[in-house]
């Protein structure tokens, strides 16, 4: 891949403009940092009720830990619809535009997780509630499919080329944000007692959902129309056509991100039935949850902005290293049984999570060109959380059963995908300050 030349957008601009263009920015970041947060707080929320309720409530059994694995499934239905999510947006996206998709995709997924609140249980209407149940799931999967695509992209097509990473890392704070918002609720209601929370504290959660997306759409509507997108030509070909024929660009982008991805679906989703599975109690391990996301609010930005001076990939890198090393002492450290020292060995794998996740926004940007851009970073992306996420607790919870609940095989999981991670990572080439903006005035891709 060539890196083109860097372009000092300020140069011979009037000071007026250049204000407007902060202003843009500004604007943009807010806007996807908040649209992000409100998106993965339903998203992490159905997450963490399937550790806790779900089960139970709507896939109940003789036998607790498949009925755990069951709704597991449901939240890796979701992740199979993200990458669907990913090519119809990002056809769109790179069609029509990235603000207008950003719209639709809030707006799905608010209706969605509020109908969640609303859904009857198994011992309501039967059979009906799993499905119905998996179904809104999947249209969650959907939106998050196309929203974090066009989501990064309108923070890093508004960036200039030297601080890509830091504004990108804004934008990802919406994860943690998401996630803190999401185990916040749910360590309120918990404390309901028994009775009360399996009838209706469950659903408040998911129903302060619609208060959630008035907010967000207010703010994404003030917000205008990414300035690389609108300046570059459009393809007359499909967007994913041209993205599926570039397997040496998207199988690298894709397995590169299967490290994070299977690291947090360890350490916040599936360690919650794992804790608990082993004595700890629930509002204990949401408690340690909440204490730990506060290293990702600091890391987050941290590595993004590390990322546009040391390069995405070595940033990355260093944290596929250190899950690998760390990923059989993490497991013998929860197993202690101590609160404390719990707490302290997730908040590190939370660091090294972070390392590899925060640079994976700004790379994925910088390895697509623009008239395919929405639509390559969200398929790459978007197939990564599937694989990395999607599965791990499903894959997690079936080996514990299948090894008597020994942790090795977790760790194996940690080890086996940092692995992955290293490997393409070297396979890609880092251009790292990419000029986004030179290259929008190139011609369409045939």
């Known amino acids: 891949m060539t890196t083109l030349p860097p372009e000092n957008v300020n140069a011979s601009v009037p000071r007026a403009d250049i204000a407007t263009d902060a202003r843009s920015r500004r604007r943009a970041a807010l806007s996807s940092l908040l649209g992000t947060t409100i998106e ?52 769109f ?4 535009g990235r603000k207008s998709m950003l ?64 504004w990108a890392g804004i934008m990802q704070l919406g994860t943690p944000f998401g996630f803190l918002l999401s185990t916040g609720a749910v360590a309120v209601v918990t404390q309901l007692p028994e009775p009360e929370f399996t009838t209706w504290g469950w659903r408040v959660p998911f129903l302060l959902s619609a208060a959630l997306l008035v907010l967000g759409m207010y703010v994404r509507l003030r917000v205008t129309e990414s300035p690389v997108f609108a300046t570059t030509p459009r393809s007359d070909s499909t967007p994913a056509k041209q993205v599926l024929r570039r397997p040496r660009l998207l199988v690298p982008a894709v397995i590169a991100g ?70 059989f002492p993490l497991y013998s450290l929860i197993n202690s049984h101590s609160w404390w020292i719990m707490t302290g060995a997730l908040m590190f794998a939370q660091l090294l999570q972070n390392l590899m996740y925060a640079p994976l926004t700004p790379m994925l940007s910088e390895m697509f060109p623009t008239q395919v851009r929405y639509t390559g970073v969200s398929i ?17 919870s079936s080996l514990l059963v299948a090894f008597d609940g020994s942790s090795v095989a977790l ?26 903006r030179a290259e929008a005035h190139d011609q369409p891709l045939s």
């Open 258 to 327: 299967l490290a994070p991805f299977a690291l947090t679906a360890l350490t916040s989703s599936h360690i919650i039935a794992y804790a608990t599975g082993i004595g700890y109690a629930v509002g204990d391990v949401m408690r340690s949850l909440l204490v730990v996301v506060v290293v990702s609010i600091i890391a987050i930005p941290a590595s993004a902005a590390l990322s546009d001076r040391l390069g995405r990939r070595r940033v990355m890198m260093i944290g596929a290293v250190g899950a690998i090393l760390y990923a």
């Open 93 to 96: 996206g790179d069609r029509v």
């Open 380 to 396: 790459a992306y978007q197939s990564a959380a599937l694989i990395g996420a999607g599965f791990t607790p499903l894959i997690a």
């Open 40 to 91: 993965y707080y339903d998203f992490m929320l159905y997450g963490t009720m399937a550790a806790v309720v779900f089960g139970p409530l709507f896939f109940p059994g003789s036998n607790p830990a498949l009925s755990t694995i069951a709704s597991f499934g449901t939240l890796a239905a979701g992740y199979v619809a993200r990458p669907l999510g990913g090519v119809i947006f990002g056809h």
């Open 411 to 436: 760790s194996a999981i940690i080890v086996a995908t940092a692995a992955l991670t290293l490997a393409a990572l070297a396979a890609t080439v880092d251009v790292t300050g990419r000029d986004l």
């Open 103 to 166: 719209m639709i995709t809030m707006l799905m997924m608010g209706i969605a997780s509020a109908a969640i609140g609303l859904l009857p249980t198994y011992h309501t209407i039967g059979v009906a509630a799993p499905i119905l149940l998996v179904l809104l799931r999947v249209v969650q999967g959907v939106a998050v499919g196309g929203e974090w695509g066009g989501a990064a992209l309108m923070v890093v097509e508004h960036a200039d080329a030297d601080n890509r990473g830091r």
